[in-house]
């Protein structure tokens, strides 16, 4: 049988807390977390490693809250919840809703010649650039025969010389024995770094005991992001009641599901980083603003002006966040990624199912638990700001939280998955009136004594607010 989670998840959720910097005052708050693993069909503890940093998460927030003046609280964590988180979008109710989940053709594993299999992705731009490598039809059996007249590895260096999606197999063996996965080994699955100085700068907003006071009361964060980590990083910020600007740009495409799944508790402007008055509309927002999120290709803010220590320096401060999939130092660090490339480097998929039929854990692991570390990042940015001061740079990507998630143990091969369904989350769906109509969808997860989470605002179509704070 699995380990009982009752210890270790508590534990995981102590040494994430550790790792930045919170000492462990033990009977500050009380934490409880629910249940355990197997319930995604994985031998991978994603449901117990979930609830672990949503657990640190809650912990961060009621740390902020006694910051404020608040009492400490009373946190509980579900398992089988949190596991549901991990494929929240699957969850949304509402009228009209349509996802085609058999994806596309220039996503998906295939064999190369060199027998080694390659996971391409042509999410959004990177469709055309993998056909054209290709030379063939957006077909699955065309570009099964165009991939097996490749080696595996030289068509993942073809395809990050043409800055498209895709990577190669990897065992976890060949992956740590690799530059970059050596780079990532180097560093915490949450880093937080120091910008520069800036004067000492408390909390914003409300003390407890006054009237709308949150744990994030007045955090003012901006959200460029976009599929799934980043947004769900603000989107974790925003329940425990951030004011959160989602900034998208307006030829960018979009995922509807994915939309209406992280933009709960936000409002959404377009703003065309093209155009110089719309540059300069970003930097009187980041000049009032304390958290600036971004998820885009490493290198296309900087070139506009907004890189971390441009940031810093428009803003000192500002706690700047980074989130990418292959990690920010090394070799792949320049490189575009998703989910299942992230599952595909780094031995996930690999150990989750095998050489001879590999395929990926079903929930989007390393996406939505990535997002709840930078949200934890910030956090803990937040209180260290208070006490060090400083501007402070908080960095998270897919590749180091899987590298994460597979360093903790397993379940038993003999546990069968225990599995959810809407009747078992039904304490978690919460039901809101939005532009798409009546919606019900699974609301956040950790239980707080004193400062529910919530989300304040159903999620808001991309551009329907102006580019300003309120």
């Known amino acids: 049988m699995a380990t009982p989670s009752a210890i270790e998840p508590a534990s995981w959720t102590r040494d994430l807390l550790a790792s930045l910097g919170r000492a462990d005052i033990s009977n500050q708050h009380a934490l409880q977390i629910i249940g355990h693993d197997p319930v995604i069909a994985t031998r991978f503890r994603a449901g117990e490693a979930a609830a672990a940093v949503l657990a640190a998460n809650a912990i961060a927030a009621a740390d902020l809250w006694c910051a404020r003046g608040g009492r400490p609280q009373r946190i509980e964590v579900d ?65 099964a025969n165009a991939v097996a007249s490749w080696d595996a590895q030289s068509l993942e260096d073809a395809l990050a010389e043409r800055g498209v999606c895709g990577v190669k197999l990897r065992s976890a063996d060949e992956w740590r024995a690799q530059p970059q996965g050596i780079a990532l080994a180097q560093v915490p699955v949450v880093e937080i770094l120091r910008l520069g100085d800036a004067r000492p700068e408390p909390l914003p907003g409300p003390r407890a005991g006054e009237r709308g006071a949150r744990p994030l009361s007045g955090v003012r964060v901006l959200d460029l992001t976009r599929v799934l980590a980043g947004p769900t990083c603000a989107r974790t910020l925003a329940e425990h009641g951030a004011e959160v600007l989602h900034v998208r740009g307006p030829k960018l495409p979009s995922i509807e599901p994915f939309v209406i799944d992280t933009n709960p508790g936000k409002r959404s402007c377009f703003l065309d980083l093209d155009r110089n008055e719309d540059v300069e509309r970003m930097r009187a927002l980041v000049r009032d603003a304390h958290v600036f999120s971004q998820g885009y290709r490493p290198g296309a803010l900087a070139r506009r002006g907004f890189s971390p220590e441009g940031l810093a320096e428009m803003r000192p401060g500002i706690i700047a966040v980074s989130i990418d999939c292959y990690g920010h130092e090394g070799p792949f660090a320049d490189r575009p990624g998703w989910e299942q490339l992230a599952q595909t480097v780094t031995g996930m998929a690999h150990e989750h199912a095998g050489d001879e039929h590999p395929a990926l854990v079903p929930a989007a692991i390393n996406d939505y638990t990535t997002g709840y570390l930078g949200a934890l990042g910030v956090m803990c940015a937040l209180a260290r700001r208070t006490t060090e001061c400083g501007s402070w740079h908080v960095r998270v990507s897919l590749a180091r939280t899987a590298m994460w998630i597979m360093s903790l143990p397993r379940t038993s091969p003999d546990d069968k998955p225990g599995g959810f369904d809407m009747a078992s989350i039904a304490p978690w769906i919460i039901e809101m009136n939005t532009a798409w109509g009546p919606l019900t969808r699974l609301g956040p997860i950790a239980r707080m004594s004193e400062t529910p989470p919530r989300w304040d605002l159903p999620p808001a179509p991309l551009g329907s607010d102006p580019a300003a704070w309120r």
């Open 79 to 143: 398992v089988r919840a949190a596991a549901a988180s991990l494929v929240s979008f699957a969850y949304l109710r509402y009228q009209g809703a349509s996802f085609d989940r058999r994806g596309n053709a220039t996503t998906a594993l295939y064999r190369a010649r060199d027998g080694r299999w390659i996971h391409l992705h042509g999410g959004f731009s990177s469709r055309e650039g993998t056909l054209a490598l290709l030379k063939c039809d957006d077909d699955a059996g065309a570009i």
